[in-house]
């Protein structure tokens, strides 16, 4: 399958300039599509970090940036990102998706790999894909310096040049008993302990560096901290720590002493969860990417929100464990008991008494949770599913939001959400369901903080935290939008589905523990599937469609674990486990096709 030709709207980190297949032949080439709010995209960012130094002078990647919101696509949002997850390749916008629809991509993150004569020859969706695609590579240069069509040297990236300044791409905060405002310089990888006027700098938890070393505040070292949750001072006193970080990118919690300044780790090994035991001593388990964290006395414990796998957990740092309280990792808008709700990256927590707030960006969604009796319930207040989003205010089952990524509680029975995408403050009153927008204009507000009697806003694309003007709030119409990802078109009845995946060379599927692979299948509305849903370990079977409903969503969640072959000689071989989530938007016809196959990692299909 020949490689289609690389064209968007913008380039970035080449000066400017837009790069050809054909200047790049003779190199590896790995495109990588991702969006920019999407959590498995940001791991992927993690992943290709080794394989771009190990193989610098003959793979040259590209990010495909194919947007789902239409923040995304814009400009200066896509300029911000790549600097704040400092991704240092060329970056292509592809706000059209044209790139994604010409090579067939039907999930983010998506690689694909094209070989030094320009020829597609490895596709992977999802992530975990470091080792498979290290083994790719690796052989794509063996081959092509035997055939003499390898060239080595020259890199396109072009850095931009980095401005200065007290904080860089900030992200949540809270305030202290004595006043002190902590804040997440989530960019600089550090926590910054301002005065109580939320401007004057008192010291820094963290060197700047990016890693995972505990120790005094100027030696440790985070990876994109964002949210920060203080203790109840009798546990405080008990444990030794006033503060627990969410170390987003570094997958742990850190317990900040804020008389000392020694950060410790309390809970996650600094290796992101797949599979596994989700449960257990807190610096035994793995976690994916905590977010935000939030104490709250129902749960007994710090909920933290686990964007990674749309769950969330509880960690008690009295017994130093952890353990999932909601969720099933599959991604998607599902309201009732705990322990079968759906959440999608949930990124924002804030407690209002005995109930735990949340705000899951890829839904775009307010929710809440309550106790019930013996368990707990989830609600939606605000948001539809994976694909509708927008800015609009009124009855909150009308109201839009667009990512949002923080909140606050209010006075007067309110919730403040900072509606990221929107750029604005969005104001939802509890006992009359209705929104406004509060403050508009704003540059990704993903932080809010009720400080000394004002709202305070941390603006991350803005670098800076500062209060919100007083206003008032103001009633917005804006349109509904939905993602613009074209519908697979499938006839009622029987579908054969499957999820390919082919081991990367020198490995095979490791069955010596039971079932290799596991596939779980959902679908919104659930009416939508009639039969063949919930898990399985074959990655292959039949689901029947509904004839009555048009149009909905599969939800597809699948996973396979791999080892180094035996024949390697290896008596310990090393394991990895890969796995992908879909959210694959169908529309029923009678002239529908009868098969639906999604690539987890394997060689392209030129069918699309």
Same mark, same amino acid.
């Given at each position: ?11 970035? +980190? ?13 190199? $590896? ?5 991702? !969006?920019?709010?999407?959590? +498995? ?29 239409? #923040? ?20 292509? +916008? ?27 020859? #490895? ?54 008993? /004595?006043?002190?405002?902590? $804040? ?16 004057? $700098? ?18 440790? !070292? ?35 002493? @804020? ?42 414990? $710090? ?6 796998? #749309? ?16 969720? !099933? ?36 969604? @307010? ?11 989830? #609600? ?26 923080? @909140? ?62 007083? !206003? ?124 639906? +196959?999604?690539?987890?990692?394997? /060689? ?5």
């Amino acid at each position: 399958m020949r490689a289609p030709e690389l064209r968007g709207d913008v380039w970035l +980190n080449t000066g400017g300039r837009p790069i050809t297949l054909a200047e790049l032949r003779g190199r $590896v080439v790995l495109l990588d599509f991702w !969006t920019s709010g999407c959590i +498995n995209c940001l791991h992927v960012l993690d992943e290709l970090r080794p394989l771009e130094a190990e193989f610098a002078d003959v793979l040259v990647t590209i990010g495909v940036h194919s947007p789902k919101f239409l #923040h995304e696509g814009e400009r200066a949002s896509i300029e911000a990102a790549v600097r704040r997850y400092e991704v240092h390749h060329p970056v292509v +916008n592809d706000p059209k998706m044209e790139l994604w629809s010409q090579y067939a991509v039907r999930a983010w993150p998506t690689l694909a790999v094209v070989d030094p004569e320009g020829y597609v020859v #490895h596709v992977a969706a999802g992530e975990g894909h470091e080792e498979a695609l290290r083994r790719v590579i690796a052989d794509l240069v063996t081959k092509h310096e035997a055939k003499g069509t390898l060239r080595r040297g020259g890199s396109p990236y072009v850095p931009v040049e980095e401005q200065p300044g007290e904080l860089r791409f900030p992200s949540k905060a809270v305030a202290t008993a /004595e006043g002190r405002v902590l $804040v997440a310089d989530t960019g600089h990888h550090a926590i910054v302990e301002f005065a109580s006027d939320g401007e004057t $700098v008192i010291r820094r938890f963290g060197s700047g560096a990016r890693g995972g070393q505990d120790g005094p505040f100027d030696i440790a !070292t985070f990876t994109e901290p964002s949210g920060i949750a203080l203790l109840p001072y009798d546990i405080a006193e008990r444990v030794g720590y006033h503060a627990v970080v969410a170390d987003t990118a570094g997958h742990r919690l850190r317990g900040l002493d @804020l008389i000392t300044g020694e950060v410790t780790t309390v809970a996650g090994t600094g290796a992101q969860w797949r599979s596994g035991p989700d449960a257990g001593k807190g610096t035994e388990v793995d976690l994916t990417s905590p977010w935000d964290v939030a104490w709250w006395g129902p749960a007994g414990g $710090v909920v933290v929100a686990m964007a990674g796998n #749309h769950t969330l957990s509880v960690f008690d740092p009295v017994g130093g464990t952890i353990r999932r309280f909601a969720g !099933t990792t599959v991604e998607g808008l599902r309201d009732g008991d705990v322990g079968e709700a759906f959440f999608a990256q949930t990124s924002g927590l804030a407690v209002d008494g005995d109930k735990l707030w949340l705000v899951d960006a890829e839904t775009s969604a @307010l929710r809440w949770i309550e106790p019930d009796g013996e368990s707990f319930t989830v #609600h939606t207040a605000i948001g539809v599913d994976l694909f509708s989003f927008g800015h609009t205010d009124g009855p909150a089952d009308q109201a839009l939001l667009q990512h949002p990524l923080g @909140l606050a509680v209010l006075p007067g029975d309110k919730i403040a959400i900072a509606d990221t995408y929107n750029g604005a403050v969005r104001r939802f009153d509890i006992f009359t369901r209705t929104v406004t927008t509060i403050a508009d204009g704003l540059a990704e507000p993903q932080g809010l903080l009720a400080h000394d009697g004002e709202l305070l806003v941390v603006e991350s694309a803005g670098n800076r935290i500062g209060p919100l003007p007083t !206003t008032e709030p103001t009633v917005v119409t804006g349109d509904a939008h939905a993602v613009r990802r074209p519908p697979t078109v499938l006839a009622p009845g029987e579908i054969d589905f499957s999820v390919v995946f082919t081991a990367p060379p020198g490995e095979k599927l490791d069955d010596r523990f039971g079932p290799s692979t596991r596939l779980e299948i959902s679908a919104s509305p659930p009416s939508l599937l009639v039969d063949g849903g919930g898990t399985g370990t074959d990655l292959t079977r039949k689901i029947r469609l509904a004839p009555g409903v048009t149009e909905g969503v599969l939800q597809v969640v699948a996973q396979a674990a791999s080892c180094d072959s035996a024949d390697g000689g290896s008596e310990h071989p090393a394991c990895r486990i890969t796995r992908q989530d879909w959210g694959v938007p169908v529309r029923i016809e009678s002239d529908g096709v009868r098969e639906l +196959n999604l690539v987890m990692a394997g /060689e392209p299909r030129t069918d699309g």
